[in-house]
Each structure stands twice: as C-alpha cells, then as structure tokens.
C-alpha cells in the first residue's frame, strides 16, 4: 500500500523563523564552491580552525602542541582521501580499497570518513525536501556547505577538549565512543514515541538561530523523518553507519585519545601512556579524533 506524505502546511512553517547560522569559508577564492571543491578542501579544516583562532603553525611547540596539532592534521588528510575514494566510487557495485590506503596507517581512520560521507548524503537527502525553506533562506547554502560546517564544529570543539583551544577535559575514548553511539541510539529509537514540537509550535522568539549546524540537522532530518517514510529508512540507515563507525573507532587499539595537559605535557589515552610518545612517527598518526 503506498503512504501519502504528509508535510506541514506552509501556514504552520510561516509561524518560526529559522535563521540557520553557517560558517564564511573562502575555498581558493571562488564565491560559490563546489562539492569538489570542499571535499578537496576537507584536509585543511585543522588549519581552518587555527587561522580562525589567529594561531599560527609555525609559532607552536612541536614537543607537544605541535604535536597534537600535527595528529589531527594528519588525520584529517587521511579522511580526505578515503572521502574522495567514497566519492569516485559511488556509482560501483562492488567498489574495493585502493592498496594505497588500505594497507597502510590511513586504514584506521576509514570508520572517520564512513562517517562523515554518511553525513554529507544525508545533507544531500535534506536539501532534496527542504522542509525549513533553507534554499530560499540562503541561496549560497549547498549540502556539502552545510556539510562542512558540521565538521568544521565538531573539530573546533574537539581542539577545545583536548587542550589546543581551551582545558583538556580528559574522559577518554571508550567514554567518549559510548555515549556518543547511545545518544544516536535513543534519539532515533524514540523518534516515533517522543513528543517533539511540531513546526507551527516555534515561536519567532524562541529560534532566531539554531545553536549549531549539528543542531540544525538533526532537528531538520528529525522533522522530515516524521512526515516521510522513505526519508525515515534513511535516516535509519544513517544512524546504522554512525554507530558501526564508532564502535570500530572505539575497538581499535591505534587510536587513542590524545590531549594536552596543564603542565603542558602530552597524554595519550590505552595503557596509561603519558607524556612524549615512544616514537612520534608512529603514535602520533594513532590519535582518536574525538567527536
């Protein structure tokens, strides 16, 4: 039997106003970049957020900030690349990894990237319904903009609990992985029994702006979700890679939670390690990017 979907009249979305707040990037001066074009770009958010701090690389202690710096930065290079596999690779059947980064360290950070194209798609399914008007908002808005400044977030609020931005605060990995994996767990698994506000119930007053890009879409894909079946296997199906991703994350030995310490020094979470790795070549590519 097929199910009508059913949206919100354009009455009840007149009722809220809902300024998305979304970061400025210039992406090699272009004023209106592609997809590509941040997929490209995807690399360099750790250098993004430290220009934005008005930090600069050069001038940072490569004993231990530098260091931690660098892991992130060798992360994020890392994902960049298994990203734009994902995407040269969308439309295979049966696409394999390439040796490249299959065998080598930049395999530990696939779940990383699993992740984040899940999330680009799903910006993509977003903006294929538009339920809040964000088009029509913001004409210089894009899925992989939206995209982006998700990501952009995320790593500016690890950098602060790591210690590069403001005070570690050290709760580690497994901590971390978990609480992560069960609020994506209870948010989806309750979206049908919980009472969420319907549209028509935001008042002008109330939502000027969302708090974060996080916030924005899940609100917006939980919304969609409620009115449309087909949106809702979707977003099922996206929160199924957001959990697998992270319990691999949270099982593999070679990433660890890294931070910087009041002292100055270095932790590294797994077996108690602090202070300098043995041998920095290795260790430092084994970093957890914490979410």
Sequence with gaps: ?????????????????????????????????????????????????????RIFISELNKETLGVLVKSHQDAFRAIKEWIFHFDNTANDSH???????????????????????????????????????????????????????YEFEQLENTFKTTGILGTSSQKGKHYSCDAMSKRIREDFDSLNSRRLKSVAQFKPNQIQTWNSTEDAIRIHAETIARHDRGFSLIYEKYTKIQRRSIRTIRNNPNLQFAALETDDSLYVGGKGKRGKAKNHSQQQKGFYKEK
């Design 1 to 53: 039997m097929n199910q009508k979907t059913i949206y919100p009249s354009a009455e009840e979305l007149k009722l809220g106003i809902y300024k998305l707040k979304i970061h400025d990037f210039n992406l090699q001066g272009k004023e209106k970049p592609d997809r590509n074009d941040y997929i490209q770009t995807f690399g360099c958010l750790p250098s993004f957020i430290l220009k934005a701090h």
């Design 95 to 149: 696409p394999t990894d390439p040796p490249e980064l299959r065998f080598s360290w930049e395999f530990d950070y696939k779940p990383h990237a699993e992740m984040s194209w899940a999330l680009l798609n799903l910006c993509e399914e977003i903006f294929n319904r538009d339920l809040l008007g964000w088009k029509k908002e913001m004409t210089s808005l894009s899925p992989a903009l939206l995209w982006f400044s």
